[in-house]
């Protein structure tokens, strides 16, 4: 009689926490009343598979109301039971932390190694309740979430090392100066997070409080370089910074009184102090701006280097700027178009004079007797046989 007893299947109060809840019996009563919450959805299971979900809201377990359970009538009980498995798989949004080393990367302005670190809030939710079960949950009661939030953690992390790692290589981002970025890199780490989640039946809602950061120690490292450049550039060069800081050292330390500093100290620091008074000698060049002291490319791209100069006589390499060939001694300047009316010299290649005008064209010549153009090569008229050496060049037309 046990058996027709009526009973409610549903979560209990404190267990409503919990990302999956097992129901704890694999024999589910005719006629109970299961009682899924508006944020859950029910999934009923056998042998690992599948067989129905029930969405919120009072439901009779029985085959009339829920068709799929006909066939997991259990008869030794004359069919007044299910044989089944029954999950509560909550849809709720989760909130919680991730954060960690994300990788070691080049600086593409500086050229230094640093290892970035990240930390922010995520939203997660169940998308798929079949697939978390079937494919991450198992077939088991869930009374922990840290397993579903510990595979998000390490798949957010896995995003933003494959994603953030290759702005920083390809596209240049400045580790300094990530924070300009913030939006885009939470855009792509939700795309790339939902796209390996979506395998277990979860979703990213969203990023909160997210910040990349570095530790305090490559961070002012990272601020010295770039203050260090800004000034060797102002002062004309690195040599020339080091002087004036130097002497800014110097004149700090007299000021002060020369207190606790050793006499032979004094006596260098006095050489030396001369030495910075002289005009030092000129330095290599500053980077050309936006560049870095460290050896990186800075904001854009540096200018490529002049190409060599190659003589149009022996084909021989000289260095850029030069006006006369190392080998031959030949001129090395471009060559130039006379002009035939005004003698004007013009770029070769020009097809009028830019003093006059007149058309730089090749002259043709024509023959003396019948006026027919003559080739180059031509030694009598095609026209009228005349000897070609009579014939004339036809006048330069002007544009």
């Known amino acids: 009689m046990a058996l027709f007893r009526r009973e409610n299947i549903a979560v209990p109060d404190e267990r409503k926490d919990q990302i999956v809840y097992k129901w704890p019996d694999l024999q589910i009563r005719r006629f109970t009343k299961a009682i899924v919450a508006p944020d859950e959805v029910a999934v009923f299971l056998y042998q690992g598979q599948v067989i129905g979900t029930m969405p919120p809201g009072r439901h009779q377990v029985d085959a009339t109301e829920l068709p799929f359970l006909g066939m997991f009538k259990d008869m030794l009980t004359g069919g007044n039971a299910y044989r089944t498995e029954l999950y509560f798989v909550s849809s709720r949004e ?134 260090d450049t800004a000034y060797s550039r102002l002062a004309g060069g690195f040599q020339q910074y080091a002087a004036g800081e130097m002497a800014l050292g110097a004149g700090e330390g007299m000021a002060k009184g020369g207190s606790g500093v050793a006499g032979a100290f004094i006596g260098a620091g006095l050489g030396m102090g001369g030495a910075a008074a002289q ?58 178009v006379s002009c035939p009316s005004c003698q004007a010299s013009n770029p070769a290649g020009s097809k009028f004079c830019s003093s006059c005008g007149t058309s730089l064209a090749p002259v043709a010549k024509t023959c003396a007797g019948c006026g027919a153009e003559l080739g180059a090569d031509a030694k009598f008229c095609p026209g009228c046989g005349k000897p070609a050496a009579d014939a004339g060049p036809t006048p330069p037309a002007t544009a």
């Open 279 to 336: 005009p030092p000698p000129p330095g290599p060049a500053p980077p050309a701006a936006p560049g870095f002291a460290g050896g990186g490319g800075g904001y854009a791209t540096q200018q490529p280097a002049p190409a060599a100069v190659s003589c149009p006589s022996c084909r021989t390499s000289n260095p850029a700027g030069s006006k006369f060939c190392s080998s031959c001694g030949g001129s090395l300047a471009p060559p130039t």
């Open 94 to 227: 989760i909130r919680d932390r991730f954060g960690g080393r994300i990788d070691e990367v080049q600086d593409p302005q500086t050229g230094m190694l640093v290892t970035l670190r990240v930390f922010g809030d995520y939203v997660l939710k169940v998308t798929d309740p079949a697939t978390l079960i079937t494919k991450y949950g198992g077939t088991q009661n869930v009374p922990d979430n840290s397993k579903f939030t510990d595979l998000c953690d390490d798949l957010l992390l896995r995003a933003l090392r494959q994603d953030l790692t290759r702005n920083i290589v390809r596209n240049g981002w400045p580790v300094l100066g990530l924070a300009a970025y913030s939006d885009e890199i939470e855009k792509t780490t939700i795309d790339g997070g939902n796209e390996r989640l979506a395998e277990y039946g979860l979703g990213l809602v969203g990023l909160t409080n997210f910040v990349i950061s570095l530790d305090d120690e490559t961070e002012a490292e990272l601020r010295r370089l770039a203050k």
